[in-house]
């Protein structure tokens, strides 16, 4: 009887002991767990306080352009401003006003009289004279 009491107390050993590893790692995968989720959730709070700013950047730039926009509506109204926009996009003028256009020459046009040259006017680039 007595050998029977020493092989159940050695198996009691060892099922407490496997118990103790089996709580302590579940411990352990419990923090790793919460210290997993923890780095996840701050990589995720930074990044929505990133957009928050690029967001309160962009809000400012479109009050400032809504505060110009108001500006300019008010002054619509107003003759000089109608006078403006009308010399400078429609082409008018007043009575006894004469109207200069600068035309400028675009890429194209460039393109075009360079075709028309001769070898010589060429050379004479070249030769820088």
């Known amino acids: 009887m007595v050998s029977k009491f020493k092989k159940n107390k050695k198996v009691g050993r060892f099922?407490?002991?496997f118990f103790s590893c089996l709580m302590g790692a579940?411990?352990?995968s419990a923090i790793a767990f919460l210290i997993y989720?923890?780095?996840k959730i701050n990589k995720k709070r930074g990044e929505f306080v990133s957009k928050i700013e690029s967001l309160k950047t962009e809000i400012?730039?479109?009050e400032e352009k809504n505060s110009v926009l108001r500006q300019k509506t008010s002054e619509?109204?107003?003759k000089e401003y109608l006078?403006?926009?009308a010399r400078e996009q429609l082409g008018l003028k007043k009575p006894g006003e004469e109207v200069v256009v600068i035309k400028e020459e675009t890429a194209e046009e460039n393109k075009i009289t360079e075709e028309k040259k001769?070898?010589?006017e060429?050379?004479?680039d070249i030769l820088g004279r």
């Open 118 to 120: 001769g070898w010589w």
């Open 76 to 78: 619509a109204g107003a």
């Open 15 to 17: 099922l407490n002991l």
């Open 122 to 124: 060429w050379l004479k």
């Open 60 to 62: 400012s730039g479109l």
């Open 26 to 28: 579940l411990f352990l």
């Open 37 to 39: 989720t923890d780095i």
């Open 83 to 85: 006078e403006e926009v």
